[in-house]
T-cell receptor
Framework: GENVEQHPSTLSVQEGDSAVIKCTYS??????FPWYKQELGKRPQLIIDIRSNVGEKKDQRIAVTLNKTAKHFSLHITETQPEDSAVYFCAASRVGITGGGNKLTFGTGTQLKVEL | NAGVTQTPKFQVLKTGQSMTLQCAQD?????MYWYRQDPGMGLRLIYYSASEGTTDKGEVPNGYNVSRLNKREFSLRLESAAPSQTSVYFC???????????FGSGTRLTVV
């Protein structure tokens, strides 16, 4: 099955700096890569996702890049703010079979702390 | 529009007791999932239901059973709870056109 590794496990940055979280996956057939943000005591929430036919996707201060050859993808947060402090999870799956659902395999998470 | 609703939010069980975690979604999603979240281990898939009438095992199914009661509801049952099942359980749903999950608010289960 799929295996997703995520690094670093903790990341501390100064407000306004950029943060980068990296993930690698093992199954070359995976084609869907979402990122979730989980604040303390809350549910995970989807912040951005990318499919294997795209190399980069941006949404305001957040971007995700994908390198299919190397089987790794990264989350980039620019101009970090205190409200970006949370645990971030990457995930991977193979989607596209109609009615097949979406079995996500998650990384182990990165605790991001944005310091004033 | 409530999204994904899980009950209960908290539960303490004694070893050997049984219980059912309930999950319902009102977004007309086809697929539903149960994950457990443990410190340092991310979220691990227990069972999923790609569509009404089907269920399949995930990564960590031992000790659990599920029922997809209808399109809206997907329950998780612990027949004989063990301390190793102490965890936070999340239900989620998704639709094929965009694949993103909507999570419920979670159930914090402690088995003593």
């Amino acid at each position: 099955g799929e295996n997703v590794e995520q690094h670093p496990s903790t990341l501390s940055v100064q407000e306004g700096d950029s943060a980068v979280i990296k993930c690698t996956y093992s199954d070359s057939a995976s084609n869907y890569f979402p990122w979730y943000k989980q604040e303390l005591g809350k549910r995970p929430q989807l912040i951005i996702d990318i499919r294997s036919n795209v190399g980069e996707k941006k949404d305001q201060r957040i971007a995700v890049t994908l390198n299919k050859t190397a089987k790794h993808f990264s989350l980039h947060i620019t101009e970090t703010q205190p409200e970006d402090s949370a645990v971030y999870f990457c995930a991977a799956s193979r989607v596209g079979i109609t009615g097949g659902g979406n079995k996500l395999t998650f990384g182990t998470g990165t605790q991001l702390k944005v310091e004033l | 529009n409530a999204g994904v609703t899980q009950t209960p939010k908290f539960q303490v069980l004694k070893t050997g007791q049984s219980m059912t975690l309930q999950c319902a979604q009102d977004m007309n999603h086809n697929s539903m999932y149960w994950y457990r979240q443990d410190p340092g281990m991310g979220l691990r898939l227990i069972y999923y239901s790609a569509s009404e009438g089907t269920t399949d095992k995930g990564e960590v199914p031992n000790g659990y059973n599920v029922s997809r009661l209808n399109k809206r509801e997907f329950s998780l049952r612990l027949e004989s709870a063990a301390p190793s099942q102490t965890s936070v359980y999340f239900c989620a749903s998704s639709v094929d056109r965009d694949y993103g999950y909507t999570f419920g608010s979670g159930t914090r289960l402690t088995v003593v």
